[in-house]
């Protein structure tokens, strides 16, 4: 799996976008991005994967760059539950069905 | 949607003795499951992957004897921590696989978090 880089704290304040940037220049082609994030004391928690395409679903938006180096997380208008820690995971979609995590980016969403 | 759970949550434990967790796929079936631990402030680290009716796979430097598998049925992956330790502490995390828009995508369940003393 391609390594990713991603800053390891961000701030935001409540209802402003939050834009988590992701670093994967050494992509293949058929890896995916994938995104999860996890709150204190809980399992991690799907939130969204694409290809190239920008994808969007009921808890955020996914924009990738053209040349698929680096990739954003949009959430597009944070609440204060949305303060957790952010992975960025790049995979095939099928196969080698383990994930490996990072260290993340821990989200502050600050009222 | 597909949910995980896992059970308990949290337990406390005297040093020496075995603790058991389960996780089960709840409305799903998971021939393959995974187990992490993170320790504090640290990431997920894959401890092993549970397969439904062959032995676990388990990651490098995982004591295999130490932390027991079993993934008896579809439902059911359960994690044994044997003869635990103070340095086994740490929260246990299992998943399961799911597809989400043609995609292979884990679940994760709640965690459980072990206390050696």
Excluded at chain 1, 17 to 30: D, E, K, Y
Excluded at chain 1, 92 to 99: A, D, H, Q, T, W
Aim: with cysteine; net charge positive.
């Amino acid at each position: 799996d391609a390594k990713t880089t991603q800053p390891p704290s961000m701030d935001c304040a409540e209802g402003r976008a939050a834009n988590l940037p992701c670093n994967h220049s050494t992509i293949s082609g058929n890896e995916y991005v994938y995104w999860y994030r996890q709150i204190h004391s809980q399992g991690p928690q799907y939130i969204i994967h694409g290809l190239k395409n920008n994808e969007t679903n009921e808890m955020a938006s996914l924009i990738i760059t053209e040349d698929r180096k680096s990739s954003t997380l949009i959430l597009p208008h944070a609440t204060l539950r949305d303060t957790a820690v952010y992975y960025c995971i790049v995979r095939v979609i099928f196969g080698n069905e383990k994930l490996t995590f990072g260290t993340g980016t821990r989200l502050t969403i600050i009222p | 949607g597909a949910v995980v759970s896992q059970h308990p949550s949290r337990v406390i434990c005297k040093s020496g003795t075995s603790v058991k967790i389960e996780c089960r796929s709840l409305d799903f079936q998971a021939t393959t499951m995974f187990w992490y631990r993170q320790f504090p402030k640290q990431s997920l680290m894959l401890m092993a992957t549970s397969n439904e009716g062959s032995k676990a796979t388990y990651e490098q430097g995982v004591e295999k004897d130490k932390f027991l598998i079993n993934h008896a049925s579809l439902t059911l992956s359960t994690l044994t921590v044997t003869s635990a330790h103070p340095e086994d502490s740490s929260f246990y995390i299992c998943s399961a696989k799911v597809v989400v828009s043609g995609a292979n995508v884990l679940t994760f369940g709640a965690g459980s978090r072990l206390t050696v003393l």
